[in-house]
């Protein structure tokens, strides 16, 4: 098995992240809970707000009742939709859309997994992952999360990434269900609700992909940190032209 701790502090340590890649188990019924032995048990949390106390180094599990989020409760196969989100009225309430049916058609769009497929989400940092996550979740500043859209760039070949987001559910459905679903690296600028109800930062952004991209991706990061990523970061042509300016 990988050594994830190891993995997790590379990771962090050559993208400057300031907080922990999080690993995401999403399980079903009658799976063994003995690796998840000991975690704390959320009561009525957001799964956004659970993937912010696994990104601060909380070994946490969120059961299917817990879920408060009627909407991510939806996207994860939990419980129907309610009505004023289904018709897109509460979207028009809450001022994200103008029109009901522009609501209507995000939430008629939305990717989920089927109905009763799991039964509780465990999350924790990636260093203390007990086995390969379903998904690993990165929350961080833009140009950092920048780096591991260009190493899974390099893993495709150079063939153009595309995000696939709705501006609404991204740390649910765009950086946790649709990389379980499709099996690929997505990522979103985060949402009216993810920003609404955590610490995610103005400057701050997400990503998730399945755990079986984790190592490929890890080793393309280390290689671009041994010239890419220290050179940007220098920032020598924007000196260079600073500098000429003055002259």
Known sequence: MADFELISDKIKEFLSLDSDPVAVFLLSAGTDMH????????????????????????LVILEAKELSCPAAAAAFGIRPLPTGLANGEALVGFGIVEKADTGRTMFENMPKLNPGSVECIALCSLADAPRVPDVVVVEGEVEKLMWILLADL??????????????????????????????????????????EATDLGFSEAVLGFPGNMLEPLAKTVEYLCQRAIPRSRDKKAYQNLIENNAK
């Not at 150079?158 to 990389?179: H, N, S």
């Open 154 to 195: 390099n893993l495709a070949g150079g063939k153009r990434r595309g995000a696939d987001t709705a501006v609404l559910q991204a740390t649910c459905v765009d950086a946790t269900i649709i990389p379980y679903r499709e099996n690929r690296l997505n990522f979103s600028y985060g949402c009216y609700g993810c920003r």
């Open 35 to 58: 690796p998840f032995g000991g975690w704390k048990r959320l009561q009525k949390h957001r799964y956004c707000q659970a993937l912010m106390k696994a990104r601060r180094a909380e």
